[in-house]
Structures are given as C-alpha cells and as structure tokens.
C-alpha cells in the first residue's frame, strides 16, 4: 500500500517530469492502488505524494498511459500538480482504504486500549497480520500491522473495536472522508476488501494521503 522510493535503489524503471512515467511491479489481476512518496534527486528530498488506482492491472508491467489507471502526482509543500491522468475516475481503493480506518480509529480509540480479536477479524482473507483470535492486542500495536502489513484481520479488530460492527465503522470512514474534502469517496468496509460501496478517486486518494501524513500518530507508524 505505502511505498518509499528512492531512484537510486529503486530496481524497477521508471521516469517521471519529462512527460513519461512507467510503473513496473508484479499485480494479480485485481485493483491496486497505492501512496507513494517520491525523492527528486535533481533538486534534494522533495515529499511528493503520487496516488496510483490500478484498475484490472495485469501481471507484469503497467503502463501508467493505460485507461485503468488513475494517477494524481502532488509536491507536498506546493502543491503543485506535477502528474495527473483521470484524478476524477471513481475506482475501488484497495487497501488505501486502510488510511481511513487508522484515522477513524484513532479518533475513536485510546491508543494503550487492549482489543480482543473476533472469529470474524481473524477469519478475513489475505493480506493479514496473522492475528488469532481470542488474542489481546493494542491499538498501536494494530496500527502497525494494520499500515504495514496491509492486514484485513487487524482492520476488521480495530473496526469492532471502536463501532462494535465493521458496516457502523464503515459509515464513519465515509463522514471522515467528507469531512476531508473527499465528497464522492464512500467505504463499505474498513479494509478495503471489494465492496460495492468502496469507492475513491485519485484526487481524493491525495488528500487522504496528506490528511494522514499531518496526523502525528500516523506518521510516527510511516515514518
């Protein structure tokens, strides 16, 4: 979901402010999406948020030229669009949706607060965590395995947690979105697993991506 890429380290090829921009990396057949921030090393470290939206992306490489891919590239103190390709295209979020379940549950939970896993939470299909059920974990400790590890289970305990119902946590994810700016994105669940309602677009992925770099918890766990 995150990704911190460094042009010198990075394996895969990939140009970017000259009008060409490719991204190589190995999908299923299914909607990706992601954040990722971007050094220029032209000019020394520049945050740069590029919210990608892979719809339908194929195994291999994906041309970014593509009509299923939405791309929204941002210079963080600027503000300067440096990149956009179909910002508006509304598309499932894929485990980006995983930045508004931190936020909710930051909000809505004490960090040092002891969650007990359900059935249901550690039943969730991959990417997981591992959690098992019965297990007693913390918030901020689930904040990590749920940002880096992408993990559905922990997504789901923290949902319970904080809502008693994943749909209830769902309908907040949405509120915290308009609250956002992000008008059209909705949430049908708090992994970003496909749902009906799991809806985003990559203008609106920017602004999430920025609202949880501002948060100082979030970017603690990121960082």
């Known amino acids: 979901m995150f990704w911190k890429w460094d042009i010198r380290a990075n394996e895969y090829n990939r140009r970017m402010f000259g009008g060409f921009f490719e991204f190589r990396a190995s999908f299923a057949g299914c909607a990706r999406s992601g954040i990722l921030i971007k050094p220029d090393m032209k000019h020394g470290p520049r945050p740069i948020w590029i919210a990608i939206i892979l719809a339908l992306a194929a195994q291999g490489a994906v041309a970014l030229g593509a009509s299923g891919v939405s791309l929204l590239a941002i210079d963080r103190r600027t503000r300067e669009v440096l990149v956009s390709q179909n910002p508006q295209t509304m598309r499932p979020p ?35 965590a591992g959690i098992q059920a019965g297990e007693r974990w913390k918030v901020r400790d689930l904040l990590y395995a749920l940002l880096l590890e992408s993990g559905n289970d922990v ?67 990121l960082a």
């Open 94 to 128: 894929a485990s980006t949706a995983k930045l508004v379940t931190a936020l909710v549950a930051i909000e809505r939970l004490d960090m040092d607060r002891w969650v007990r896993v359900s059935r249901r939470a550690a039943a969730q299909p991959p990417s997981k």
């Open 155 to 221: 997504a789901v305990a923290l949902a319970e947690a904080a809502a008693g119902d994943e749909r209830t946590f769902a309908g907040w994810m949405t509120e915290k979105a308009r609250d956002l700016g992000c008008g059209r994105t909705t949430f049908g669940n708090a992994s970003g697993l496909p749902h009906p309602a799991n809806r985003t677009c990559a203008a609106d992925l920017a602004r999430l991506a920025d609202a949880a770099y501002r948060n100082a918890v979030l970017r603690g766990v």
